[in-house]
């Protein structure tokens, strides 16, 4: 028979199933339960003895291999981490533990776009958190309508609804997607409820976005995900002509850019022929703009450049400036179809993260900003393929703004290693062969021009590892 033992007497257990403990003046301390013999658990009782608090939770460690063999030891393994243990940063420059100073070409991947700890976003974030952070959507606050104001009035979208992440907000869009399907065509006893995605794609790992993730191996351990999927080939028009069925697809998601997937840009003529098609079939073109939006290819969304307006768009990354947030925006077609009670989020839209999230979408959005993003973008991409161009592992270098690739033939984890040595922080992406570069958007040139210089003088290090 299954038993809890309590490390308390009679007395102090029958006050608390009373609820005396609500007037007492007795400090309330943690006391041990025991559960069928295993792990002590622990519960707050009563206890006169007014004892110092514990410490003994804080990290205490001094140097990086400290913090990551307690890491080990606490943390879910989810994530295969570098060997780095960062505790400040200024601008474009991180430092870690030993005080070893790195040049940050991952901005959090394409999250910090201003950078750490710039001025204007503290300001923001500490005004805030002295006035208001959180009051739930039960309630109106006034940095959330002016964050969605401001959202609203630079882009295609006439609502939005805020989410805590990128996958997050691209659940929102499936919702969306099949709720605008089910309102629109109401006669229909099966209405469209089907997705096309793409090769390369990557929109998330929660179980609706895993589904459109075209990585197979980030989906098979956790199958049965959310049927209804197709793949088709990234810029394949006739593959995709061939997909999309009219009363079956509720929406086609896209990355103009695709991040994660290796720095693949769409052309004009594939986004256009997706808008065309959704149209005709009547389904939704949602834009997934997670990371390669808000600034970071020099356009303030990355579809500008194309000229070609979706239906949805997500984002996520850099909005809030190091702040977990996410958006859903969508034309009011779409959002006529959603009622009260049909999606919602305790912490979505917060006055503490939409206060921060105004200051960076109004610093990046000025056209000043934006034309210095593409000006050091282009400049990036003319010292990489004068420095890297030449080199025999170099496929290609690619992308637009402050978002590049740099495709190799052989995989790309010595050259990631070796340039962390260096004192320079870069990322993979698409099958571990891509060298992906998306510092802040603040960067300077010769922050810019002092990472290709250690990016080209650690290229020697490929040979070695291929020729083993």
């Not at 959310?226 to 997909?243: C, D, H, L, R, W």
């Not at 978002?403 to 099958?431: F, H, M, Q």
Request: proline content about 5%.
């Amino acid at each position: 028979m299954n038993s809890i033992h309590i490390s308390s007497n009679s007395t102090v257990f029958h006050s608390l199933t009373h609820h005396r403990w609500l007037s007492s003046p007795y400090k309330v301390y943690p006391q041990v339960i025991k559960i069928n013999g295993r792990k002590p658990l622990t519960t707050s009782c009563l206890n006169t003895d007014v004892k110092a608090p514990d410490s003994s939770r804080k990290v205490t460690a001094q140097n990086s291999k400290g913090v990551m063999e307690l890491e080990g030891k606490v943390m879910v393994g989810t994530y295969g981490r570098e060997p780095v243990v960062l505790v400040s940063g200024k601008g474009c420059k991180l430092y870690d533990v030993e005080g070893r100073e790195y040049l940050d070409m991952t901005s959090g991947i394409a999250v910090n776009a201003l950078g750490h700890c710039d001025p204007d976003w503290v300001k923001a974030v500490v005004d805030q958190a002295h006035v208001l952070t959180h009051v739930s959507n039960v309630y109106y606050s006034v940095p959330q309508v002016e964050l969605a104001k401001h959202l609203v009035d630079c882009s295609f979208a006439d609502r939005v609804f805020f989410t805590n992440s990128g996958t997050e907000a691209n659940e929102a869009a499936i919702k969306f997607a099949r709720k605008f399907q089910r309102h629109s065509n109401p006669d229909v006893k099966d209405p469209a409820t089907e997705f096309i995605s793409f090769t390369n794609s990557f929109h998330g790992r929660t179980m609706g976005a895993l589904a459109l993730t075209s990585k197979e191996q980030y989906r098979s351990p956790f199958e049965p995900v959310m049927p209804g999927v197709t793949f088709v080939e990234y810029g394949n028009i006739k593959a995709t002509q061939e997909s999309i069925r009219h009363g079956k697809t509720a929406a086609v998601f896209v990355e103009p850019i695709q991040g994660e997937g290796g720095i693949h840009s769409a052309t004009k003529e594939f986004l256009e022929f997706l808008r065309t098609a959704c149209d005709d079939a009547g389904a939704l073109l949602v834009f997934d703009e997670v990371q390669c939006g808000l600034g970071r290819t020099g356009y303030l969304w990355a579809h500008e450049s194309y000229g070609i307006f979706p239906d949805i768009m997500t984002l996520a990354k850099p909005l809030a400036g190091g702040l977990p947030i996410g958006a859903t925006l969508v034309t009011e077609r779409v959002a006529s179809s959603i009622n009260y009670g049909d999606h919602g989020s305790t912490f979505a839209g917060g006055s503490l993260v939409c206060n921060a999230a105004l200051t960076v979408l109004e610093k990046i959005s000025k056209p000043e900003f934006l034309a210095g993003v593409s000006k050091k973008g282009l400049y990036f991409k003319e010292i990489l393929q004068q420095k890297l161009g030449g080199n025999s592992h170099v496929k290609e270098i690619r992308g637009l703004g402050l978002i590049i690739g740099i495709e190799l033939d052989v995989p790309a984890s010595p050259l990631i290693y070796a340039c962390r040595n260096s004192g320079l922080l870069v990322l993979t992406a698409g099958k571990g062969n891509v060298v992906r570069l998306v510092p802040p958007l603040t960067v300077t040139e010769q922050e810019l021009r002092l990472a290709a210089d250690i990016l080209q003088n650690a290229m020697p290090v490929l040979d070695e590892n291929s020729s083993e």
